[in-house]
């Protein structure tokens, strides 16, 4: 059995503001292998940004609350003083952002700014940094890297920037890799690449990634667990084959149903969800989902726990509808609007 | 690099031309203005009045005036009107005063302007944060004159408590001690309107820069927070610092320091100016708006260079 990395256990995040308490995220819970690839996919304002970033003690503040634990390597990195998060992050946990355009200080060379991130863990000489930063660039397929090391970050395209900031981010060879929505400011013929090359990569440094998207496109391919999210809460998580072919969430139809694909017949309009996420001060009773969704009933004023309703284990969900029922209608939804009007 | 630099040059010439263009046409325009009757004093006959403006020349067309305005102004034989004493030579009597008053008073308000912005940004929202803000508001808000008279009213020689001596520049050359007890009042008279402008500027800079994706980037790799701060943070926060500063600092290098210069007695070049303003004396109005100019547009080509260095995304390649 691979080597446990991370334990997440029920964890929180709340944010006081000026609103009310923001409950950005609500008991999550998963694990980590090493080897292995997370995905965390779910809308703008799900909490899995928020959750990524917690791993990296990123989100914390004065108006930050959390709960529960982030174990990693059975240390609990929530419990940690900021002084002693510092040498884990990009040294245990290394992030990758969402725009490289902005990631990356304007004002250093590329190859500076890796040296830096080399030097605040390892204690090498500027020379043999630079060296491992033209060879992290030549890994991340930088062309003429020994010259592009003293480029400015304005001199790179954006897929190239993106494969900067992944070689700083596994500079330091880092167990963990997150990726924040690592494609999404990129052309679509980059962002094959990217997902392709942190692939590769990840077994090259024998590393674990969390890939966090709003695109199950984008980890179809690479992950090997998924976990959907939806207003702080984990909806549904199980192996990526698993959440792709017998999807038990209506929300995770909705995800589904929003993915222009060439197998199946083309619908006149890709399925959107209706609606927009809810307020996550104050979330609805119940099911989050229920306000959203076409399927809603009278149990689904009561919030159902993440738990196991099919055959296979480790396919959880939230979801108090019938299996079979499902299996039968969440077709319409995932083949797109001409399907549901026939 | 070269054509940025000459271009540059040329047009800060250009430019300090038309300044000196537009203050004689002003000057011209301006009722009250005829020099010949100033000159000739309050008893003059017309027929005197008449000489005296065949004499300088007023009776000229005003471009045959300018020009040889400009003439006298390259070759250094200006005249002022009222006093006739060479213009040229009282700028240079008064630089002395002028640039110690401004390079003592730039470097006291950059060092406390920058130190208040950042321990301000850094405990933004607590007490010390609104300490500050409180007093750099009443900096700012405090008018030279005024400040100036207090601080030499309660400080200076026959104040109240005498620490101080009480105005007048005291060359450098023959007692520098002397020279930086003259002038210390002076400084931090004029640097606690900059300091409070520039900490207030520096905040909002640094509050904004916090927030950038590329300190969460630096924050990401495990860096210190002082090195963020410092690194990541304070170079871009300190950019639109560096206009300021220089757009400043050549203004009262320049003679725009009219009030500080004038309260402490200084005798440098702002307070020459005061003085021509007052007498409608035109040539040494004409000679320290050059002078002026010439400091104005040499910074803003300075800080241009300056920013290239800062940020490599202007640079002329």
Same mark, same amino acid.
Request: net charge negative; aromatic share 6%; hydrophobic share 35%.
């Given at each position: 059995m691979a080597e446990r990395l991370l334990d997440v256990e029920d964890l929180a995040v709340h944010f006081a503001t000026e609103d009310g308490l923001v409950r950005?995220?609500?008991?999550v819970s998963f694990g980590l292998d090493r080897g292995q690839v997370l995905g965390i996919v779910g809308e703008s304002g799900s909490g899995k940004s928020v959750t990524a970033m917690t791993l990296m003690g990123?989100?914390?503040?004065?108006?930050a609350k959390f709960e529960g634990a982030v174990r990693y390597q059975g240390k609990?990195?929530?419990?940690?003083?900021d002084r002693e998060m510092q040498d884990y992050r990009g040294n245990e946990i290394g992030m990758i952002f969402q725009d490289p355009m902005t990631s990356l200080?304007?004002? *250093?060379?590329v190859g500076e700014q890796i040296v830096e991130a080399i030097r605040a863990h390892d204690h090498v000489d500027r020379r043999r940094a630079r060296r491992r930063a033209v060879e992290l660039l030549k890994q991340v397929g930088i062309p003429n890297p020994e010259s592009r090391v003293?480029?400015?970050?304005?001199?790179?395209?954006g897929g190239m920037r993106q494969r900067a900031m992944i070689a700083m981010a596994l500079s330091c060879n880092p167990a963990i890799l997150i990726a924040d929505?690592?494609?999404?400011?990129?052309d679509v013929t980059i962002q094959a690449q990217i997902i392709e090359l942190i692939g590769r990569l990840k077994d090259d440094f024998d590393s674990a990634v969390i890939m966090i998207t709003h695109d199950l496109g984008v980890v179809a391919?690479?992950?090997?667990e998924i976990m959907v999210m939806y207003a702080g809460r984990v909806v549904e998580r199980g192996a990526t084959r698993d959440v792709f *072919?017998?999807?038990?969430m209506p929300y995770t139809w909705g995800l589904l149903g929003s993915i222009p694909r060439l197998d199946r017949p083309r619908p006149e309009r890709l399925y959107s969800i209706k609606g927009t996420p809810p307020s996550l001060i104050n979330a609805p009773r119940g099911c989050k989902f229920r306000p959203r969704?076409?399927?809603?009933?009278?149990?689904?004023?009561e919030e159902p726990k993440?738990?196991?309703?099919?055959?296979?284990?480790?396919?959880?969900d939230r979801c108090w509808l019938d299996v079979t029922f499902k299996r039968e209608h969440r077709d319409a939804m995932i083949a797109g609007e001409s399907t549901e009007a026939a | 690099m070269l054509t940025f630099l000459i271009r540059r040059v040329i047009g800060a010439a250009l430019v300090c031309l038309a300044v000196t263009f537009i203050v004689f046409v002003i000057f011209i325009v301006v009722?009250?203005?005829d020099p010949a009757q100033r000159i000739a004093g309050?008893?003059?006959?017309q027929q005197n009045i008449i000489n005296i403006r065949h004499s300088w020349g007023f009776d000229q067309p005003f471009y045959v005036q300018y020009w040889d305005m400009l003439k006298k102004m390259f070759n250094g034989d200006?005249?002022?009107?009222?006093?006739?004493?060479n213009v040229v030579g009282q700028i240079v009597q008064g630089m002395p005063a002028t640039f110690s008053l401004t390079i003592g008073a730039g470097i006291i308000w950059l060092f406390f302007g920058i130190l208040v912005g950042v321990i301000s940004a850094v405990t933004a929202g607590r007490l010390s944060d609104r300490l500050i803000t409180v007093f750099a508001l009443i900096g700012i808000s405090m008018p030279v004159f005024w400040l100036g008279i207090v601080a030499r009213y309660y400080f200076?020689?026959?104040?109240?408590?005498?620490?101080f001596p009480d105005g007048e520049y005291y060359p450098i050359s023959q007692n520098p001690a002397q020279w930086f007890w003259h002038l210390l009042l002076p400084w931090v008279v004029l640097a606690v309107l900059f300091i409070g402008f520039y900490g207030r500027v520096l905040r909002g800079n640094i509050l904004d820069a916090i927030n950038e994706d590329y300190v969460r980037t630096a924050k990401a790799k495990g860096l210190s927070p002082r090195r963020i701060l410092i690194k990541h943070v304070l170079r871009t926060s300190l950019i639109p610092i560096v206009t300021l500063f220089g757009l400043d600092f050549a203004g009262v290098l320049g003679g725009g320091a009219i009030l500080t210069e004038t309260v402490f007695d200084l005798h440098g070049v702002g307070q020459y100016a005061a003085q021509s303003i007052n007498n409608f004396d035109l040539p040494p109005i004409m000679g320290v708006t050059m002078y002026g100019a010439f400091f104005i547009v040499t910074f803003s080509v300075l800080v241009d260079l300056f920013y290239a260095y800062l940020d490599p995304r202007i640079r002329p390649s």
């Open positions: 950005a995220v609500d008991g990123l989100t914390r503040g004065v108006n609990d990195l929530l419990q940690i003083s200080n304007p004002v *250093y060379r003293d480029d400015f970050p304005h001199q790179f395209s929505e690592p494609t999404t400011a990129l391919d690479i992950a090997d *072919y017998d999807p038990q969704c076409p399927h809603a009933f009278d149990k689904c004023m993440l738990e196991q309703r099919v055959e296979t284990a480790g396919h959880l | 009722p009250g203005g309050k008893n003059a006959t200006l005249v002022s009107y009222t006093s006739q004493q200076a020689e026959g104040g109240i408590a005498t620490v």
